[in-house]
């Protein structure tokens, strides 16, 4: 497991260890807006199954999703935040 290094850019907090990819969705006409999305690593967590009183294994596949106006801001954000997400992985290395 990697040391947690939490990160601050762009109004957006993140733990870049445990980042798996960036994406920008493609225009949301209801909103009005282009999505950055954050993929994190998958990861596995124990919960209680009220039916069973049993502790079952749960797979966790976790994101976040941040709105921009237009797609070059999502994309200019996509961008810096790969090249930060590369740097954390380089210094670690």
């Known amino acids: 497991m990697q040391k947690p290094q939490i990160i601050t850019h762009g109004g957006i907090t993140l ?3 445990r980042i798996k990819s ?3 969705d493609t225009y949301n006409p209801r909103e009005r807006s282009h999505i950055l999305r954050i993929e994190f690593k998958s990861r ?5 199954n009220p039916g069973t009183k049993q ?3 749960v797979l966790i ?11 070059d801001t999502a994309a200019t954000y996509r961008d810096e935040w790969q090249e930060i997400w590369v740097d954390c992985l380089q210094e670690n290395s």
Request: net charge negative.
């Open 15 to 17: 733990d870049v260890s």
């Open 55 to 57: 502790y079952e294994q």
């Open 22 to 24: 960036f994406q920008i």
């Open 44 to 48: 596995y967590e124990y919960l209680l």
């Open 61 to 71: 596949n976790d994101f976040i999703e941040h709105p921009y106006a237009d797609y």
